[in-house]
Every structure is written in C-alpha cells, then in structure tokens.
C-alpha cells in the first residue's frame, strides 16, 4: 500500500508525478531542483533569448534546492532529521562540487544521511543541481 503525496508549496513537478511517495514509514521523494515554489523562475539564473547565462550563482541553486526538499519533507509529515540517503545530480561536477560539498555540510552537519553525487550531462530544465532522496516518517 503507498500513498501520493502532491504539495502546491513546492515546484510544481515538470511531468506526471508526485513529489513523493509513502510506503509504510518510508518516504520517496521524487527529483526535487531548485525552481521557485508558485513560478519557475529559477534562483541565481537568468538567460538571454536564446538560452545563454547572463547570470549563473550555483550557491543560490544549492540552497533553494535544500529548501524545497525540506518543504516537500515537512508536507509530507516527515522532517529534514529524518532523511537517511541523498543522491545528488550536478550538471558540470568540476564547476560546482566544491561549492555544493560546502553548503551540504551547512544543512547536515547533525543529520548525515547516506549520500551519492553523479555527474550528469543535463536535466530537464536549465537547473545545474537535482536532489533524490528517501527519508522515514516517524
């Protein structure tokens, strides 16, 4: 038996999905990137006509990402302390590890779940950074 859990406090989801699922105490967490709850502007990014960046802050995109996992966390009657693993998805590893190493550090120096960090060549939107994770409703 699992449950559906859609928030319209978090980014609306660019396809037919939900922003996570309820199996017994787990939580699955569908692909969570850094767009603005309610629009989908996208923190620390802006593009000129024809797609390129005019300005690029992959730290605004770290933290926003953090913060709309939380939000779907909380939504769905779990909690940042209860995430047990993280897979992260960055679009240019090179470029913005060392950035995001710092600020995770930041957001788990008391949880520390499980972690994964893959280099990819791109995601749907012109996001540079995509969280997965499972976290336990207590």
């Known amino acids: 038996m699992s449950e559906k859990i859609s928030t319209d406090k978090a980014p609306k989801p ?10 017994g105490n ?3 967490l569908s692909g969570i990137g850094p767009r603005t709850p309610g629009t989908d502007d996208i923190p620390g990014l802006k593009l000129d006509k024809n797609g ?8 605004a995109q ?14 769905s009657g779990s909690s ?3 995430l047990v693993d993280v897979t992260t998805f960055l679009v240019d590893m090179k ?3 060392q950035i995001y190493n710092r600020i995770y550090a930041e ?3 008391d949880n520390q779940p499980c972690r994964t960090t893959v280099a ?12 997965k994770c499972i976290a336990t409703i207590d």
């Open 95 to 97: 470029r913005d590890f």
């Open 107 to 109: 957001y788990f120096k």
């Open 52 to 59: 390129n960046y005019l300005e690029f802050d992959f730290e």
């Open 62 to 75: 770290c933290r926003s990402v953090f913060d709309n996992v939380r939000i779907v966390l909380e939504e």
């Open 80 to 82: 940042w302390a209860n």
């Open 14 to 23: 660019v396809g037919l999905y939900p922003h996570a699922r309820r199996v």
């Open 120 to 131: 990819i060549n791109s995601l749907p939107t012109p996001i540079a950074i995509e969280l």
């Open 26 to 28: 787990l939580l699955f």
